[in-house]
């Protein structure tokens, strides 16, 4: 990216930095909830956006940023692949296999886990 032709790569190696950043806590997050039977939802929807999610949403706005998109366009980019991402670490993590020692969800109905996460 920083060998990028574009006038954007220093913006767009920035976000990828930041990314790296939320992705690196969301793991870590990931692995002491594997040391607790307490986590919450919010807890895993959070660890949930700062791994795929995180990663997804640099993916997705990326090249907007290289192109010299409009903040707006690439904040929609970056939303984008943030809700495309997120559903796969809570699936993989706070709701499948590997999760029923620590979540809340892998206790929950799916109705009982929307009522939750409704209720904030």
């Given at each position: 990216?920083?060998?990028?032709?574009?006038?954007?790569a220093?913006?767009?190696?920035?976000?990828?930095?930041?990314?790296?950043?939320?992705?690196i806590?969301?793991?870590?997050?990931?692995?002491?909830?594997?040391?607790?039977?307490?986590?919450?939802?919010?807890?895993?929807l959070d660890?949930?956006?700062?791994?795929?999610?995180?990663?997804?949403?640099?993916?997705?706005?990326?090249?907007?940023v290289?192109?010299?998109?409009?903040?707006a366009?690439?904040?929609?980019?970056?939303?984008?692949?943030?809700?495309?991402?997120?559903?796969?670490?809570?699936?993989?993590?706070?709701w499948?296999?590997?999760a029923?020692?620590?979540?809340?969800?892998?206790?929950?109905?799916p109705?009982?886990?929307?009522?939750?996460?409704?209720?904030?």
């Amino acid at each position: 990216m920083l060998e990028s032709e574009s006038a954007h790569a220093r913006e767009a190696a920035l976000l990828l930095s930041v990314a790296t950043r939320d992705l690196i806590r969301g793991q870590v997050q990931d692995l002491a909830f594997e040391r607790r039977n307490d986590v919450t939802v919010a807890e895993c929807l959070d660890m949930a956006a700062g791994k795929t999610g995180a990663l997804l949403a640099a993916s997705a706005s990326i090249g907007a940023v290289l192109a010299g998109a409009a903040p707006a366009t690439v904040a929609r980019c970056s939303a984008f692949g943030a809700h495309l991402g997120w559903p796969s670490s809570w699936w993989t993590t706070c709701w499948g296999s590997g999760a029923t020692r620590r979540s809340p969800a892998s206790r929950s109905t799916p109705t009982a886990l929307a009522q939750e996460v409704a209720a904030g």
